[in-house]
């Protein structure tokens, strides 16, 4: 639909986001890790049923095979969500961890933050488990807390003009809510149109919906909601009023005695 690319937002409590960096950095040295196993399939595997989210597991429906239960079941609510089935599937999630989540960090703080990212992708675990309650196949992948990140950034910054990149070559400077309510408004859509796809669209709605609360909650005192302050990327530059004109040039001309004098400035 859009590709974010910066904001541009500053940050106003915390000096740098460096939850953010570490999740981003967890979530690719993982794939990297799984990447270089992807020769065998056993271990490929092992992985996603490990620790990826198992509905009919959680609910108790199906035993997994003692060599695949490698940590308790109720982890697997937060663990799916730092594995990726692909390249393409890591760097758009930590894209939008990139450009959104700096900003939810600041106004949360670095503890509350963490909080806050584990139990949106819990949610979004917790709403495929209800969506898809006897489904065998291990659910991975940041969407879930990267949803919430979202709805946060939507709540706190509506109008900040974000760069995005639509239709994947047409970059564009837009406030904030523009895309992120049309994308938040396609999961609720999918989660009908689509309800068997690969994609588990129940996993998005469940992270915003956690997203949106949570962020009511664990906002820092006088970090407002809806924010009407508007920030712009540096290549976009706001004019407050007309440019000034430029001084008039003196004009000259010669008198009876043929000496120049100046009129006017």
């Given at each position: 639909?859009?590709?974010?690319?910066?904001?541009?937002?500053?940050?106003?409590?915390?000096?740098?986001?460096y939850?953010?960096?570490?999740?981003?950095?967890?979530?690719?040295?993982?794939?990297?890790?799984?990447?270089?196993?992807?020769?065998?399939?056993?271990?490929?595997?092992?992985?996603?049923?490990?620790?990826?989210?198992?509905?009919?597991?959680?609910?108790?429906l199906?035993?997994?095979?003692?060599?695949?239960?490698?940590?308790?079941?109720?982890?697997?609510?937060?663990?799916?969500?730092?594995?990726?089935?692909?390249?393409?599937?890591?760097?758009?999630?930590?894209?939008?961890?990139?450009?959104?989540?700096?900003?939810?960090?600041?106004?949360?703080?670095?503890?509350?933050?963490?909080?806050?990212?584990?139990?949106?992708?819990?949610?979004?675990?917790?709403a495929?488990?209800?969506?898809?309650?006897?489904?065998?196949?291990?659910?991975?992948?940041?969407?879930?807390?990267?949803?919430?990140v979202?709805?946060?950034?939507?709540?706190?910054?509506?109008?900040?003009?974000?760069?995005?990149?639509?239709?994947?070559?047409?970059?564009?400077?837009?406030?904030?809510?523009i895309?992120?309510?049309?994308?938040?408004?396609?999961?609720?859509?999918?989660?009908?149109?689509?309800?068997?796809?690969?994609?588990?669209?129940?996993?998005?709605?469940?992270?915003?919906?956690?997203?949106?609360?949570?962020?009511?909650?664990?906002?820092?005192?006088?970090?407002?909601?809806?924010?009407?302050?508007?920030?712009?990327?540096?290549?976009?530059?706001?004019?407050?009023?007309?440019?000034?004109?430029?001084?008039?040039?003196?004009?000259?001309?010669?008198?009876?005695?043929?000496?120049?004098?100046?009129?006017?400035?």
């Amino acid at each position: 639909m859009f590709v974010p690319l910066h904001d541009g937002n500053s940050l106003k409590h915390i000096k740098l986001q460096y939850v953010t960096w570490t999740l981003i950095a967890i979530n690719v040295i993982v794939w990297i890790v799984t990447a270089l196993s992807s020769t065998d399939v056993g271990l490929v595997r092992a992985a996603d049923l490990g620790y990826g989210f198992i509905p009919s597991v959680i609910n108790d429906l199906r035993d997994l095979p003692p060599q695949y239960a490698v940590i308790p079941e109720d982890l697997t609510y937060v663990t799916y969500a730092f594995l990726h089935a692909d390249i393409f599937h890591l760097i758009s999630n930590m894209l939008f961890l990139w450009v959104f989540g700096d900003n939810v960090e600041d106004a949360l703080g670095h503890v509350k933050f963490i909080l806050f990212y584990l139990a949106c992708a819990a949610a979004g675990a917790f709403a495929h488990g209800l969506a898809l309650p006897d489904s065998d196949a291990p659910l991975i992948g940041a969407s879930g807390a990267v949803a919430g990140v979202v709805a946060a950034y939507l709540m706190l910054h509506p109008r900040v003009r974000v760069w995005i990149l639509v239709l994947g070559r047409i970059p564009l400077p837009l406030p904030a809510f523009i895309p992120l309510v049309l994308w938040i408004g396609m999961q609720f859509y999918m989660v009908f149109a689509d309800p068997d796809g690969q994609v588990s669209w129940a996993t998005h709605v469940g992270g915003i919906l956690a997203g949106a609360l949570l962020v009511v909650v664990l906002k820092r005192r006088g970090v407002p909601l809806f924010d009407r302050t508007i920030e712009s990327p540096k290549a976009v530059v706001h004019r407050e009023g007309p440019p000034p004109l430029p001084p008039a040039l003196p004009q000259t001309g010669k008198n009876s005695a043929g000496d120049s004098v100046h009129w006017g400035r």
